[in-house]
């Protein structure tokens, strides 16, 4: 017997540039590609930084840390998510702008996040029970709008597989 083709897909948005947005989403593209300022990447030369804003309407930054030791290292993402679990306990998270500077190379592509960074947004998403919607850029050029981090990680783990 035949297995099913199944497909998955999803829809999101794509502007041509960050022009294009709403003031709001703007300013959280524009405070991600300066949070990349402050990241330290001094071996991939891939400065990355994450903006967003909370259902309380305070805003957050997080920014990629590298170390010699590469494992040891954080993602902007998981940076930014640490720091709202400590600041704002369980506080949702409306928006997130993730924007990157490649110092080695182009930085005008929408890049979507890692693996290890999808995982952290979906759980992050199942603990406060709301969406995250996702703005992806680089530092000019398209912006993808993606309704909520969970899109990018389909057949995802979570708690309830630990049942």
Known sequence: MAGLT??????YEEYNSIDDLSAADAHLVLEARKATEIAYAPYSNFLVGAYA??????????SNQENASYPVGVC???ALLASVGQLFPN????????SYNNLNGESNRPLSPCGMCRQALQEYEGRV???IRLLL???EGKVYVISKSTNLLPFSFSGDDLK
């Open 6 to 11: 199944k497909q998955y897909t999803f829809d």
């Open 53 to 62: 804003v909370l259902n309380s309407g305070e805003f957050i930054k997080g």
């Open 76 to 78: 902007a993402e998981r």
């Open 91 to 98: 506080e949702p998270i409306v928006s997130m702008a993730i």
């Open 129 to 131: 029970h709301q969406p």
């Open 137 to 139: 850029s680089g530092m």
